[in-house]
């Protein structure tokens, strides 16, 4: 049984990602990202940044983590621990992993892709993907093509 000791930092509204064998919090009012390693079991921060808000969605994909916060589009490289700004994207962004691609709901309620290159494309890629409410409840349906 593994026993995850506490983050160095206190956090609250942060995401937990698992990638690379490792865990990662980022966010919850902390400008660091924290890195768990279970063969060592321990915390360390990975990366300070100077610009990280508190509310943010995330998810992994090909040892990225992709995240939206204060209406932009990072990437932190889980190998080269390295941060980077993406673009621009709109306010209250949520992202989620569906069949190994990812894709963003808009404040609008509208979907879009992020391709493997990280590039946010306009039109909506995945058309059996239905938004319903205010809160962007996801509902996944069978395509009938």
């Not at 921060?45 to 990072?74: N, W, Y």
Request: proline residues 3%; glycine residues 4%.
């Amino acid at each position: 049984m593994l026993c995850i000791p506490p983050m160095l930092e206190p956090r609250s509204g942060h995401q937990l990602i698992q990638a690379n064998g490792c865990l990662y919090a980022i966010g919850g009012h902390s400008k660091n990202i924290e890195q768990f390693t279970p063969e060592l079991n321990e915390w360390k921060v990975v990366c300070e940044l100077e610009h990280l808000s508190g509310s943010l969605s995330a998810v992994e994909r090909f040892d990225k983590i992709l995240i939206v916060f204060d209406q932009k589009l990072a990437s932190f490289d889980v190998l080269t621990k390295t941060f980077s700004i993406l673009s621009e994207v709109p306010a209250l962004s949520k992202l989620f992993l569906f069949n190994n691609r990812v894709f963003i709901i808009l404040e609008d309620g509208s979907i879009a892709e992020i391709d493997r290159d990280n590039k946010l494309l306009t039109e909506n890629s995945l058309s059996n993907i239905k938004v319903t409410g205010r809160y962007f409840t996801v509902c996944l349906c069978k395509s009938n093509k």
